[in-house]
């Protein structure tokens, strides 16, 4: 059966250019880069020339860009490392409420160590408000993170204006932009970012490998201590073959990055306009204008989430839902409820997310499929069947009452 793969904004496969660059740091130029012969010197030279590439893609020099073994080590080392190289000027952080794990779950062992956490709030379609930062930001505020654009549901947040707020009072910017990366234009100077962080295989390289780029002048305690690598502050043999590799796709991802952007960003509005058009109960999660080009997130009412998956997964499409239930857990995911959504309609979310690779056949193949498994699955919900008795109230018609745009 063939396979539909919507879910790269979970990972993306690695492009045939990029394994070819990497190949040969596997065997033949297997030196260490820390060797001073020839073999360690090649080694050198590429991690050097990779740490270029990236640096220059994000308007940064190579000496501010530090590599590491993904996004979430990023963000755990921009967010711990500079919480304990700068705790002296203060212990308050602010982030906000719809962030990834890799940057709530660092929030919250720096609380148990003592310092003191903001989850700002977002509005109905995940955008942080500059407001809410501005009444948030205290004498005592040393660091604030937001994420350049949410993984779940594709809102891209305000940046430039986040930024600008957080230097006036004196504190630092970093941003999680792992689904920006490659994917929109980003220029530090011009976002006034001071940290960010990005992974590779979000961005059709390797898994393992990511990026954090500090600021010249900031200071960020070591991740791991060890030898000179990473400038003394992540001391392990670098990763050579991921390190090309990462460079490589982004590379690749940032020479074509307009054209890309904008079909990827038409098949996305297809795809909208069509869930919009053909599929009942249905309301588009996140913000239409600022979202990420490869984005698609639903909520359909009566439909548990589940059992959504199972039967796209069974017709080929790869997909995620809005819940955490594969995680083990019952909770619908922290972004669909904070950007107000009720439990019932959280279940059953749904995010497909585009790709280079995928087609407008594959898209209408997928929500014809889509169409046909929320029938039947309404056909057997005696939520449902409530609702069409007249004894339950759709909570999607409520939203639409209130001015909602984009729900059916
Ligand atoms: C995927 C992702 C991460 C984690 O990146 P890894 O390289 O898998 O550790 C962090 N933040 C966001 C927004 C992501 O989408």
Redesign the pocket.
């Known amino acids: 059966m063939k396979q539909i793969y919507l879910d790269h904004?979970?990972?993306t496969p690695v492009r045939p250019e990029v394994l070819d660059a990497m190949m040969p740091y596997f065997a033949e130029e297997f030196g260490n880069p820390s060797s001073i012969y020839p073999l360690g010197q090649t080694a050198s030279d590429a991690v050097a020339e990779a740490r270029a590439t990236l640096a220059s893609i994000l308007g940064a020099t190579p000496r501010e860009v530090f590599f590491t073994?993904?996004?979430?080590?990023?963000?755990n080392w921009a967010i711990k490392g500079f919480a304990h190289a700068n705790c002296a000027k203060g212990k308050h952080i602010i982030t906000s409420a719809i962030?990834?794990h890799?940057?709530l779950h660092t929030c919250e062992a720096l609380e148990r160590e003592g310092f003191e956490v903001t989850y700002l709030p977002v509005d109905e379609h995940g955008i942080v408000h500059p407001d809410t930062l501005k009444a948030a930001l205290r004498p005592d505020t040393i660091l604030v993170s937001v994420?350049f654009?949410?993984?779940e549901i594709g809102t891209i947040e305000p940046i430039a204006e986040l930024a600008a707020l957080t230097h006036e009072h004196g504190a630092v910017f970093h941003t999680?932009a792992?689904?920006a990366f490659a994917h929109e234009p980003i220029d530090v100077n011009e976002f006034g970012i001071d940290m960010l962080?990005a992974?590779?295989?979000?961005i059709y390289g390797p898994?393992?490998v990511?990026l954090l780029y500090v600021r010249k002048g900031i200071k960020v305690a070591n991740l791991l201590d060890g030898g000179q690598q990473e400038r003394g502050k992540r001391g392990t043999t670098e990763n050579v073959p991921g390190i090309v590799g990462f460079a490589k796709a982004a590379q690749l991802a940032w020479a074509e990055l307009t054209p890309e952007h904008d079909r990827q960003l038409a098949l996305r509005d297809h795809a909208i306009k069509r869930i919009l058009a053909e599929i009942p109960h249905a309301k588009l999660n996140g913000s239409w204008e600022s979202r990420l080009a490869n984005n698609v997130n639903f909520s359909f009412e009566f439909i548990e989430g589940e059992g959504m998956l199972l039967q796209l997964a069974a017709r080929g499409i790869c997909v995620s839902s809005g819940s955490a239930c594969t995680s083990g857990s019952l909770d619908p995911s922290h972004v669909l409820l904070a950007i107000g959504l009720p439990h019932e309609i959280a279940h059953g979310s749904l995010r497909l997310t585009l790709g280079r690779n995928t087609t407008k056949e594959d898209v209408d193949f997928a929500i014809d499929s889509l169409a046909a498994t929320l029938n039947n699955l309404r056909m057997m919900s005696p939520l449902y069947e409530d609702f069409k008795q007249g004894s339950v109230e759709s909570v999607i018609e409520r939203f639409a009452a209130d001015g909602f745009p984009y729900t059916n």
């Open positions: 904004a979970s990972t073994s993904g996004g979430t080590e990023a963000d962030e990834h890799a940057v994420m654009a949410n993984n999680d792992v689904q962080s992974s590779a295989h979000k898994k393992g990511g």
